[in-house]
């Protein structure tokens, strides 16, 4: 319900003027809303009209790794250029690009032959994107871990103050308090074992740095025939490959109990295109002990990043810290089964 809400709000903000087709040479018959873009069926098939929310600097480097990575691995999201020859179009003080459509249905991470799939497929884009190399450093990851993690703990440490002089305590309030040293040390567990682990060194070997997708959720993920197909690289950024399994994995996990079985899958398919060395699987143990799930919850209400209400907020930190146990139970497993 809730990123339902967001998106029609969101949505609110396009105009959907044919002059604005015009521009990308598209006669637009129909345009229907379709999570947080509208797409539209034209003159030359169904394509997808975004409002742009961030920089031209970020869509060029968007445009570029696609551009990139489609040298090697066509199963990736294309622009469809502007009449002047560039990637978006400036309507009313807005900035909007246009991309075709990717045929294909949602990822099901419930389904062994999806998940396998779009194992496979990562494994593919990682191979397809090593070597690339961009001068925007906010895109450039490599290295910058374990200072974020500590920056992080920080973060968690401000939050508990927050929660703490808040006379009227809210239930997230004391949820979250009964909590947050837990998730603390799990940060700093997470950070002390990249430093003892071979991090910088992976940081250094080029055949382990890639393009991370940063956003591998299941509606990113289109299966056709398959075969994983990728859409939605806004928070892409260049990293070690790890990082994307781990935020792959996270994503994975947290729906199926932290099904070890799960990670398994994903890792096994993923060395049928890629690979993988021991070394590069303590660094992504040690990432994925650092609690993302709680710590995103709370950056968000505390900072108030998200508009939700207070309902959703609770509702979703019952459910991170709920899971405690099984997290627990799925690192160990990690640890002894896999490493």
Same mark, same amino acid.
């Given at each position: 319900?809730?990123?339902?809400?967001?998106?029609?709000?969101?949505?609110? =903000?396009?105009?959907?003027?044919?002059?604005?087709?015009?521009?990308?040479?598209?006669?637009?018959?129909?345009?229907?809303?379709?999570?947080?873009?509208?797409?539209?069926?034209?003159?030359?098939?169904?394509?997808?009209?975004?409002?742009?929310?961030?920089?031209?600097?970020?869509? /060029?480097?968007?445009?570029?790794?696609?551009?990139?990575?489609?040298?090697?691995?066509?199963?990736?999201?294309?622009?469809? /250029?502007?009449?002047?020859?560039?990637?978006?179009?400036?309507?009313?003080?807005?900035?909007?690009?246009?991309?075709?459509?990717? =045929?294909?249905?949602?990822?099901?991470?419930?389904?062994?032959?999806?998940?396998?799939?779009? &194992?496979?497929?990562?494994?593919?884009?990682?191979? @397809? &994107?090593?070597?690339?190399?961009?001068?925007?450093?906010?895109?450039?990851?490599?290295? /910058?871990?374990?200072?974020?993690?500590?920056?992080?703990? =920080?973060?968690?440490?401000?939050?508990?103050?927050?929660?703490?002089?808040?006379?009227?305590?809210?239930?997230?309030? *004391?949820?979250?308090?009964?909590?947050?040293?837990?998730?603390? =040390?799990?940060?700093?567990?997470?950070?002390?074992?990249? *430093?003892?682990?071979?991090?910088?060194?992976?940081? &250094?070997?080029?055949?382990?740095?890639?393009?991370?997708?940063?956003?591998?959720?299941?509606?990113?993920?289109?299966?056709?025939?398959?075969?994983?197909?990728?859409?939605?690289?806004?928070?892409?950024?260049?990293?070690? /490959?790890?990082?994307?399994?781990?935020?792959?994995?996270?994503?994975?996990?947290?729906?199926? @109990?932290?099904?070890?079985?799960?990670?398994?899958?994903?890792?096994?398919?993923?060395?049928?295109?890629?690979?993988?060395?021991?070394?590069?699987?303590?660094?992504?143990?040690?990432?994925?002990?650092?609690?993302?799930?709680?710590?995103?919850?709370?950056?968000?209400?505390?900072?108030?990043?998200?508009?939700?209400?207070?309902?959703?907020?609770?509702?979703?930190?019952?459910?991170?810290?709920?899971?405690?146990?099984?997290?627990?139970?799925?690192?160990?497993?990690?640890?002894?089964?896999?490493?």
């Amino acid at each position: 319900m809730l990123p339902r809400y967001s998106e029609r709000r969101h949505l609110t =903000q396009y105009d959907l003027c044919v002059e604005l087709f015009d521009r990308f040479d598209l006669i637009v018959y129909d345009v229907v809303p379709l999570r947080g873009v509208f797409m539209a069926s034209t003159n030359k098939g169904e394509k997808i009209l975004k409002k742009v929310e961030y920089t031209k600097e970020e869509l /060029k480097f968007i445009y570029n790794i696609l551009s990139y990575i489609r040298n090697k691995f066509a199963r990736v999201v294309d622009f469809v /250029k502007a009449k002047t020859g560039e990637i978006y179009t400036i309507w009313d003080g807005n900035m909007y690009c246009i991309m075709d459509v990717v =045929q294909g249905k949602e990822c099901n991470f419930s389904n062994p032959i999806d998940l396998n799939a779009a &194992s496979k497929g990562i494994g593919e884009l990682h191979c @397809a &994107s090593e070597g690339f190399k961009t001068n925007i450093y906010m895109k450039y990851n490599n290295g /910058k871990l374990i200072d974020t993690f500590k920056r992080r703990v =920080q973060e968690m440490d401000f939050f508990k103050n927050i929660a703490s002089i808040h006379t009227n305590k809210t239930e997230f309030d *004391e949820i979250f308090l009964k909590n947050v040293d837990y998730y603390i =040390q799990e940060i700093k567990k997470s950070t002390d074992m990249l *430093e003892k682990s071979y991090y910088y060194k992976l940081c &250094s070997e080029e055949d382990k740095i890639t393009i991370c997708h940063h956003d591998l959720a299941h509606h990113n993920i289109l299966i056709n025939n398959e075969e994983a197909y990728f859409i939605d690289f806004d928070y892409a950024i260049i990293d070690l /490959k790890v990082h994307d399994l781990c935020n792959f994995i996270n994503k994975v996990e947290k729906n199926f @109990a932290f099904d070890i079985e799960k990670a398994n899958i994903i890792l096994e398919s993923y060395c049928d295109k890629n690979t993988l060395n021991k070394r590069e699987l303590e660094v992504l143990y040690a990432m994925l002990i650092f609690p993302e799930d709680f710590y995103s919850i709370s950056k968000d209400y505390y900072t108030k990043r998200k508009e939700w209400d207070e309902a959703i907020f609770l509702d979703r930190l019952r459910r991170k810290s709920g899971y405690k146990e099984d997290r627990e139970e799925f690192l160990s497993n990690f640890r002894t089964k896999i490493i």
